[in-house]
């Protein structure tokens, strides 16, 4: 036994030398966060940080679901094709999501611009079959589901101020949304009544919820206008460069849109520079007051419409 007492202290000290100390020790890094915007059913918007999305996507084998085409105008090479996938809908539940998804369309092709130029849209509904019903954290924190596309309010967290944000999976989404013959715009429904939604390349709303189609609208200003934001906080000011989105200005003078000045707007009002826009409250100007890209529920501006009304000659030839 002599031998092994004398092996058992080396050993130890081997050990002790080899973990590492408070003092030596890598740092865990912290979770990176980004900026999302928030949305509330009175249509007011503000933005919270979230964690950073781990999206993870799926083997080509695991993406497969059937494409139905819910209005088809045209080649798709040749319209904006606008593409809804579902989450958290069982195979039983996929007559709820076509009513979901028609009536989230109905919406959005009832404002402008897009009323004027649905018939040179296309739009396809991928089903995508969830294992169970429903999103995570509905009805409360805490409650999780197993679905498709992993959505779910709260936006990974537990800050009570990220209730109303319904996160997706945005690589998953876009692999369901890639099954249609062409895919220019993928919106995210979830199986919820629960009013929410969020931005991102994917947008996403709650497909039950008949006032979350606003925040399609609005996302759709960001995604396919790339409008900016005209809301602000009122303890922030802009002392940084010109903005390139179309519809916000350091310029006090409105000169950025110097054609539309003085004309009457679609969202009300008449076109000037309104100060507070994109997140601050001094040193930016909007258009006009109160647009969709600052309160839901609202119409685009001048601005903002002819910038949505250009991106999508990009895609449709007939227009030009």
Request: hydrophobic share 40%; net charge negative; charged share 20%.
């Amino acid at each position: 036994m002599r031998p092994l007492r004398l092996v058992l202290p080396v050993l130890a000290l081997a050990l002790v030398a080899a973990a590492p100390t408070a003092s030596t020790a890598a740092p865990v890094p912290e979770r990176a966060l980004e900026w999302r915007e928030v949305f509330s059913p009175d249509g007011a918007i503000t933005r919270v940080r979230v964690p950073v999305a781990r999206d993870r996507p799926l083997s080509a084998s695991a993406v497969h679901a059937e494409v139905v085409p819910v209005q088809e105008t045209g080649a798709p090479e040749a319209r904006f094709d606008l593409v809804f996938v579902g989450d958290g809908y069982t195979g039983a539940e996929l007559a709820a999501y076509s009513e979901h998804v028609a009536s989230k369309w109905a919406e959005l092709s009832a404002v402008e611009p897009f009323t004027s130029h649905a018939r040179y849209f296309n739009v396809w509904q991928v089903n995508v079959v969830s294992p169970q019903s429903g999103v995570d954290h509905d009805p409360a924190l805490g409650e999780l589901r197993d679905t498709a596309l992993d959505m779910g309010f709260f936006c990974r967290g537990d800050d009570p101020a990220t209730e109303r944000l319904l996160c997706v999976d945005q690589a998953k989404a876009r692999q369901f949304g890639a099954l249609a013959p062409q895919a220019d715009q993928v919106i995210a429904l979830g199986n919820t009544a629960k009013y929410g939604g969020a931005g991102g390349g994917v947008a996403s709303a709650a497909g039950a919820n008949r006032q979350a189609g606003q925040i399609a609208v609005h996302e759709l200003g960001h995604s396919i206008g790339h409008l900016a934001d005209e809301y602000d906080y009122p303890y922030d000011t802009h002392t940084g460069v010109e903005p390139s989105e179309v519809n916000v200005t350091k310029d006090p003078t409105g000169a950025k849109w110097s054609e539309y000045l003085g004309q009457p707007s679609p969202d009300g009002g008449v076109v000037g520079a309104y100060e507070g826009a994109r997140y601050h409250l001094h040193g930016l100007y909007r258009p006009t007051q109160d647009s969709i890209m600052r309160t839901l529920g609202r119409e685009f501006n001048s601005i903002g419409r002819d910038a949505m009304i250009a991106a999508f000659r990009t895609r449709i030839p007939e227009l030009n």
